[in-house]
């Protein structure tokens, strides 16, 4: 390992360009390459389009294939798309070039259960490069699994896990109020419920890690997607949302065994939130009761989960890996090239 962790940042979206500010506060970190196709943002300095205030000498390219093969790098920061199969190729073209890979894919968290043939071509593809794989973030990657996994380290057995997260979106990004419905009408949040293209990715996957990290075998994992309808006119600095609109969605994972359900993930996310908060409930011996008040912000956590995860990733054991697999991520305030293996 170099006296600096070289990264290249493969999209820079709204999230990819929060991480790359975060990065740029760090010790220990060397951006060397930038890929995103949108053909406004190539050519540019990464600095540029990321919004910091100094240019970084490293050009976006869409030859993402050029960059990742061409580009002396140690880890790739992956920030592009949600679902497995719109970015397999990308990570198969990122194991090929013998890098690790953090990323920000909801689906990609915890696939083994959902997609079962391409989590292992990745896992195997991985292993046979030599190279760590890992998808984090705050929800999927912290509030909704990772969180209640190492609060269950205090129980002597548990009964049920059930996690809440209740987020006002008005303070979010606008692809997340887009992406939770708000300003639509109920037929077409609805429709787009029925076509797949609406609600948050990732309690499945959430379900799915808790299963396997205490060892449940869950016979089903159930999810339902509500709208959540403003009784009154909204406001937030993107767009208006009329009385009778929607304002977001209220969102239940289950995760079934022996006809009970254990697993509840309840998620609300909409504009006008009364409060934020995380709470997770655990019933057990002991029981354990956990509310984080305000609630955690989206945003700036899943830029520091990443941020805080790459030193794990870096050390980790070759393959598909998950948050339950590796140890917990801690902020960075030293160098991170210290806390990396040679």
Known sequence: MHD???LIQYGVGPIGASIVKLVLQKEGFEYVGAIDIDPNKTGKDLGEVAGVDKKLGVPISSDAKKVLRDTKADLVIHTTASFLKDIRQQITDVIDAGLDMVSTSEELTFPFRKIPEIAKEIDDLAKKKGVTILATGVNPGFLMDTLPLTLSGVCQDVKSVKVTRIMDASIRRLPFQKKIGAGMTVDEFNKAVAGGRMGHIGLPESIAMIAAGVGWKLDDIQQTIEPKVADKPLKTQYFSVNKGQVAGLHQVGKGIMNGKEVITLDFWAYVGAP???????????????????????????????????IANTINGQPGLMTMKDLAMPRVLLGNIAKLTAS
């Open 275 to 309: 409060e934020n908060r995380d709470s997770t409930l655990i019933e057990g011996t002991p029981n354990v009761d956990l509310t984080i008040k305000g609630g955690v912000h989206g945003d700036l956590a899943t830029a520091a989960m990443v941020v805080n995860s």
């Open 4 to 6: 600096k962790v070289r």
